[in-house]
């Protein structure tokens, strides 16, 4: 294993090794995913997978001695394991990437080395946040560092519900260490419990939860426990900075997590739909259950070139990225979950398995919710974009040239990794300029003309309202009507990603795994077909009035939900082969 693999060879490997999802035999199979699920466990052998191929290093920057490179790439590889269990994906490493992002962003040279050495020895780190800038806290308990008179702090205090309590090694924690107002009221402290002396720091003992049955989730407290001075990450009072620049990076994986598990969930009624009766006729006959699976593929395609711009911008537009990775954050999980719902009508009674063929859909579905909420819930992300749009108002929308091409690429190289560039207000908005551009160049004859027309006169009545806020008027960015109006604009960025992914297509931009199916891939994302249902689709839900649907892509587009079901493909953007 070398870090000049490629990641195909990577997501390939992670695939093989878990083997068949619906194989009976597979020790790491459904039915042994949901014995374990219901037990509360991870199965057997799940997490020694994962060992040997050195899932760890994936969240440790290169330079640290991990594979960790390219945000995209990282959203891909989670995505064999989240597709099976999302307990696994979060407790094993995914969690501990969230944990170490504080340390990659803003810690010494000492503390990143620390961290790389804990998860390369196969070590886990967890998170301790405060509940100032988190919305999804249990109960509201913090820690609190103060001075110990000797350059060092005593901690002390809870915290009820943490990821991986009881089996990390390493800690970060978002501690009280000043009593001074705005955000200058917490600290960040990296920790080995190791070394910390004993009886100083307990397990409060485990929760349980609806979804994630699987994952740790525990309690700790301390009382009066010592803690050096270099245990500090930045500076004193960085806490609450650290967690929105910490926000930039996490949001972007998001999707790639929902739809992970969409993705087995699609396929499982896809699977029921396809199979045939007695009778000769099959659920697929019935135009509803078509339009269910298609809308469901379209809103997998969707949320994937989200998670494609998301983690592509903090690499080539880190001052624009703000924004798009919130959109992103707040736009697949809704997107989803109302397709999880639609899918539920089509399954039936079979919604309610257990175990079984359709046991995972359920499983899948419990999950989402709170694979879905992250480290801050669907109102922090769009009070994360509000503040940015009056500027966008007044000087980006209809004036911003397009972003690079690079930014829609599903392969090619990036700038390097740099995960404390990222700025926390973006100053211009070229990924809403795709749109403009669009739909400027687009002939009348085409398909694509009437709902790029519609999208962009959307966005010239966001450009009117958000103009019309005076700067400094935050009570109008805090109102109902103006949330509704930021899942409007986290809705128009959705289209522009789906159209300069489908636009990179058609200048050679591959969108095959490298595996063989490759050329089929590339084939769909080419054909104008998807594109213009997934734009339908987006209009619809805006309230857009647009001509039909033409029907040639209505069946180009469930067709391809078959061919990947039959052919064991992923139903992302790259049409991965499954095991």
Same mark, same amino acid.
């Given at each position: 294993?070398?870090?000049?693999?490629?990641?195909?060879?990577?997501?390939?490997?992670?695939?093989?090794?878990?083997?068949?999802?619906?194989?009976?035999?597979?020790?790491?199979?459904?039915?042994?995913?949901? $014995?374990?699920?219901?037990?509360?466990?991870?199965?057997?052998?799940?997490?020694?997978?994962?060992?040997?191929?050195?899932?760890?290093?994936?969240?440790?920057?290169?330079?640290?001695?991990?594979?960790?490179?390219?945000?995209?790439?990282?959203?891909?590889?989670?995505?064999?394991?989240?597709?099976?269990?999302?307990?696994?994906?979060?407790?094993?490493?995914?969690?501990?990437?969230?944990?170490?992002?504080?340390?990659?962003? $803003?810690?010494?040279?000492?503390?990143? =080395?620390?961290?790389?050495?804990?998860?390369?020895? #196969?070590?886990?780190?967890?998170?301790?946040?405060?509940?100032?800038?988190?919305?999804?806290?249990?109960?509201?308990?913090?820690?609190?560092?103060?001075?110990?008179?000797?350059?060092?702090?005593?901690?002390?205090?809870?915290?009820?519900?943490?990821?991986?309590?009881?089996?990390?090694?390493?800690?970060?924690?978002?501690?009280?260490?000043?009593? $001074?107002?705005?955000?200058?009221?917490?600290?960040?402290?990296?920790?080995?419990?190791?070394?910390?002396?004993?009886?100083?720091?307990?397990?409060?003992?485990? !929760?349980?939860?609806?979804?994630?049955?699987?994952?740790?989730?525990?309690?700790?407290?301390?009382?009066?426990? /010592?803690?050096?001075?270099?245990?500090?990450?930045?500076?004193?009072?960085?806490?609450?900075?650290?967690?929105?620049?910490?926000?930039?990076?996490?949001?972007?994986?998001?999707?790639?997590?929902?739809?992970?598990?969409?993705?087995?969930?699609?396929?499982?009624?896809?699977?029921?739909?396809?199979? +045939?009766?007695? *009778? +000769?006729?099959?659920?697929?006959?019935?135009? =509803?259950?078509?339009?269910?699976?298609?809308?469901?593929?379209?809103?997998?395609?969707?949320?994937?070139?989200?998670?494609?711009?998301?983690?592509?911008?903090?690499?080539?537009?880190?001052?624009?990225?703000?924004?798009?990775?919130?959109?992103?954050?707040?736009?697949?999980?809704?997107?989803?979950?109302?397709?999880?719902? %639609?899918?539920?009508?089509?399954?039936?009674?079979?919604?309610?398995?257990?175990?079984?063929?359709? #046991?995972?859909?359920?499983? =899948?579905?419990?999950?989402?919710?709170?694979?879905?909420?992250?480290?801050a819930g669907s109102a922090g992300r769009q009070v994360s974009i509000l503040p940015q749009?009056?500027?966008?108002?007044?000087?980006?929308?209809?004036?911003?040239? $397009?972003?690079?091409?690079?930014?829609?690429?599903? !392969?090619?190289?990036?700038?390097?990794?740099?995960?404390?560039?990222?700025?926390?207000?973006?100053?211009?908005? /070229?990924?809403?300029?795709?749109?403009?551009?669009?739909?400027? +160049?687009?002939?009348? *004859?085409?398909?694509?003309?009437? /709902?790029?027309?519609?999208?962009?006169?959307?966005?010239?009545?966001?450009?009117?309202?958000?103009?019309?806020?005076?700067?400094?008027?935050?009570? %109008?960015?805090?109102?109902?009507?103006?949330?509704?109006?930021?899942?409007?604009?986290?809705?128009?960025?959705?289209?522009?990603?789906?159209?300069?992914?489908?636009? #990179?297509?058609?200048?050679?931009?591959?969108?095959?795994?490298?595996?063989?199916? #490759?050329?089929?891939?590339?084939?769909?994302?080419?054909?104008?077909?998807?594109?213009?249902?997934?734009? !339908?689709?987006?209009?619809?839900?805006?309230?857009?009035?647009?001509?039909?649907?033409?029907?040639?892509?209505?069946?180009?587009?469930?067709?391809?939900?078959?061919?990947?079901?039959?052919?064991?493909?992923?139903?992302?953007?790259?049409?991965?082969?499954?095991?």
């Amino acid at each position: 294993m070398t870090g000049a693999e490629r990641p195909e060879e990577r997501i390939d490997r992670l695939e093989r090794a878990f083997g068949p999802l619906e194989e009976p035999g597979n020790p790491l199979g459904q039915d042994a995913l949901l $014995a374990a699920d219901a037990r509360g466990e991870i199965p057997p052998g799940a997490e020694h997978v994962l060992d040997e191929q050195e899932f760890n290093a994936e969240f440790v920057p290169a330079p640290l001695g991990g594979r960790l490179d390219r945000l995209d790439v990282l959203g891909r590889v989670l995505r064999p394991v989240f597709r099976r269990d999302a307990s696994l994906g979060f407790g094993y490493g995914l969690n501990c990437f969230f944990s170490a992002v504080p340390v990659w962003t $803003a810690g010494r040279a000492e503390q990143r =080395h620390r961290a790389a050495r804990l998860l390369l020895g #196969g070590d886990r780190i967890a998170v301790a946040r405060h509940e100032v800038a988190h919305g999804n806290d249990f109960v509201r308990d913090e820690f609190a560092a103060a001075p110990d008179g000797a350059g060092g702090f005593l901690l002390s205090g809870r915290k009820s519900v943490i990821a991986n309590a009881a089996r990390a090694a390493g800690l970060v924690v978002f501690a009280r260490t000043s009593d $001074a107002p705005g955000g200058l009221s917490h600290s960040v402290l990296l920790l080995d419990r190791r070394e910390l002396p004993a009886g100083r720091l307990r397990h409060l003992g485990r !929760h349980t939860t609806t979804g994630m049955r699987s994952a740790e989730f525990g309690g700790l407290e301390a009382v009066d426990c /010592p803690v050096p001075g270099e245990a500090l990450i930045g500076g004193a009072g960085d806490g609450y900075a650290l967690s929105l620049r910490s926000s930039l990076v996490i949001r972007g994986l998001i999707p790639s997590i929902v739809l992970s598990g969409a993705d087995t969930a699609l396929r499982t009624v896809a699977g029921f739909a396809a199979r +045939g009766r007695a *009778d +000769g006729r099959s659920p697929l006959d019935g135009r =509803h259950v078509r339009s269910v699976l298609t809308g469901a593929f379209l809103d997998q395609l969707l949320s994937d070139c989200l998670a494609l711009v998301a983690t592509r911008a903090l690499h080539v537009l880190p001052r624009s990225m703000s924004a798009y990775a919130a959109a992103a954050a707040y736009v697949a999980p809704k997107l989803v979950a109302e397709s999880m719902d %639609a899918l539920s009508a089509v399954l039936g009674e079979g919604t309610f398995a257990e175990d079984g063929r359709y #046991g995972m859909f359920r499983k =899948h579905l419990r999950d989402l919710p709170v694979t879905s909420l992250g480290h801050a819930g669907s109102a922090g992300r769009q009070v994360s974009i509000l503040p940015q749009l009056p500027f966008f108002a007044r000087h980006a929308w209809f004036s911003d040239p $397009a972003p690079p091409p690079a930014l829609f690429r599903l !392969h090619g190289p990036l700038p390097p990794l740099d995960l404390s560039s990222p700025a926390l207000l973006g100053g211009s908005d /070229p990924l809403a300029a795709t749109l403009v551009e669009g739909a400027a +160049g687009e002939p009348a *004859d085409s398909p694509l003309y009437a /709902p790029l027309t519609a999208l962009t006169g959307e966005l010239r009545e966001l450009r009117k309202e958000f103009a019309a806020v005076e700067p400094g008027d935050r009570a %109008a960015l805090v109102s109902s009507y103006s949330f509704g109006l930021a899942d409007r604009y986290a809705l128009l960025l959705t289209a522009a990603a789906c159209l300069g992914v489908w636009r #990179g297509q058609l200048h050679g931009d591959g969108g095959g795994d490298g595996g063989g199916d #490759g050329g089929r891939a590339d084939a769909f994302l080419a054909d104008p077909a998807w594109v213009t249902a997934a734009l !339908h689709r987006l209009c619809h839900r805006l309230g857009l009035h647009l001509p039909p649907l033409p029907e040639e892509a209505g069946r180009r587009v469930v067709a391809e939900v078959l061919a990947r079901l039959h052919g064991r493909r992923s139903y992302d953007l790259y049409g991965t082969a499954l095991a």
